[in-house]
């Protein structure tokens, strides 16, 4: 606030930056820079709470409005679709060839003489001699036209007539509209992509960029356009085909992903998906996108339409299945490890009831040494006993002999007396 007590803001155009000295006042106004005439929306800082930044009935009120118009809008553009028949487009293919396979079903591509106005993987039928398929929209090449037919196995198709309802993708989001009136999640980033909320804007210097193959690094524009995007919490990039829209989009997010930040790329279509992954694939020599390949953190989440092998790798189901393969082998080589050491273990056991039967039997022997050396001893004194005894004998059966030789002697006495 200045000394007239007016609000000073700065103009949102970073190319701009005018001073603009507004009347204080308590409301929300369309407000256009009278330099370089870029129209926003101001809020005034007398009705924003000073801990949120915004009442919630007030914030409640901005996006239920916002929400209506994007309802009204939405359904204008059903309406006028239909007027111009887009709800019944019928589209005569030629030359149809098979390509490839999405998620079990065969996509095949079709020669067109026009192109027809329907986003990619819009739900579809085609009349193939006769029979209904139910299909949907691949993608377009210049003039050709990429279908995903259901149960049809044939290799050619050399005519069909496709049925497409181009609402369809304008209806699912008007669904989705009516989904986010009834959430009672923060909002406030919603209210400042569309400038109902002031949102903040600056310039970021990235630590990281990315120089394709044949050395070129991004031109001034998308180099001007990669500063806002770090620098601001809403960034809008537009342009023409080819004007590298989805190169700057690559260097934003590597960026923010090699600085420790989450990143959630969000597409209308897998088509366009598959194409950020595609650029991502381009710098694979870099080496914070190697890092980010290697290590895991770049995860595509649904169906990949591109036939190629690497971004089909990165899909949650292709992960898990690697990581089951890599869990797979581990788990047997632990397996054979718990197989082995119970082998060794067995082996150890039948080991150790030897060794205690071995331990067993050594103090038995030495026990049984004990033994034999008392009876040694004992041994000794009955041969000392006995050579007594037998000399003893011997000596008895001396006089024995004696006596004996005597008697008869004796005898001859005792008559004669």
Do not use: W
Request: glycine residues 4%; contains cysteine; aromatic residues 6%.
């Amino acid at each position: 606030m200045d000394k007239d007590n007016k609000i000073v803001i700065i103009c949102p155009n970073l190319q701009c930056q005018q001073k603009l000295r507004l009347p204080k006042i308590h409301k929300v106004l369309r407000i256009s820079c009278r330099k370089c005439r870029t129209t926003f929306r101001y809020k005034f800082p007398s009705i924003i709470d000073k801990a949120k930044g915004q009442p919630e009935e007030e914030t409640q009120h901005d996006i239920s409005g916002l929400l209506t118009e994007f309802d009204i809008a939405v359904e204008d553009e059903i309406k006028a679709v239909k007027t111009r028949g887009g709800d019944r487009i019928l589209v005569v293919l030629k030359d149809g060839r098979f390509i490839g396979e999405i998620a079990g079903e065969r996509v095949y591509q079709f020669n067109l003489e026009r192109k027809i106005p329907v986003v990619d993987e819009t739900p579809a039928q085609i009349e193939i001699i006769g029979r209904n398929y139910r299909a949907s929209i691949v993608r377009f090449l210049e003039f050709k036209l990429e279908v995903r037919i259901t149960d049809f196995d044939g290799e050619q198709i050399p005519s069909a007539r496709l049925k497409i309802d181009a609402t369809y993708v304008l209806r699912k989001l008007k669904d989705a509209l009516s989904l986010l009136n009834s959430t009672s999640r923060s909002v406030n980033l919603a209210l400042r992509a569309f400038n109902r909320i002031p949102p903040k804007c600056s310039v970021g210097k990235p630590v990281f960029t990315l120089i394709d193959k044949n050395g070129e690094g991004p031109d001034p524009f998308q180099a001007k356009a990669t500063e806002t995007c770090l620098g601001s919490e809403v960034s809008f990039i537009h342009g023409p085909p080819g004007t590298g829209k989805t190169r700057t989009l690559v260097n934003v997010v590597n960026d923010f992903a090699n600085n420790g930040k989450k990143v959630l790329v969000s597409c209308h279509t897998n088509i366009a998906c598959d194409n950020v992954l595609q650029h991502f694939i381009r710098y694979d020599h870099e080496e914070t996108i190697e890092n980010l390949f290697n290590n895991g953190e770049i995860v595509r989440i649904g169906t990949p339409v591109l036939q190629n092998d690497r971004i089909r790798s990165l899909t949650i189901e292709a992960i898990y299945e690697r990581l089951c393969k890599e869990l797979q082998k581990e788990k047997k080589r632990l397996t054979d490890l718990i197989n082995s050491l119970v082998q060794k273990n067995e082996r150890y056991y039948e080991y150790k009831q030897i060794l205690l039967i071995c331990k067993k039997l050594a103090e038995r022997i030495t026990n049984c040494e004990g033994s034999i050396y008392l009876s040694k001893d004992t041994v000794k004194q009955h041969i000392l006993e006995k050579n007594k005894l037998s000399q003893l004998i011997y000596e008895n059966k001396q006089l024995l002999s004696i006596a004996e030789k005597r008697n008869p002697i004796i005898n001859f006495f005792k008559r004669t007396t």
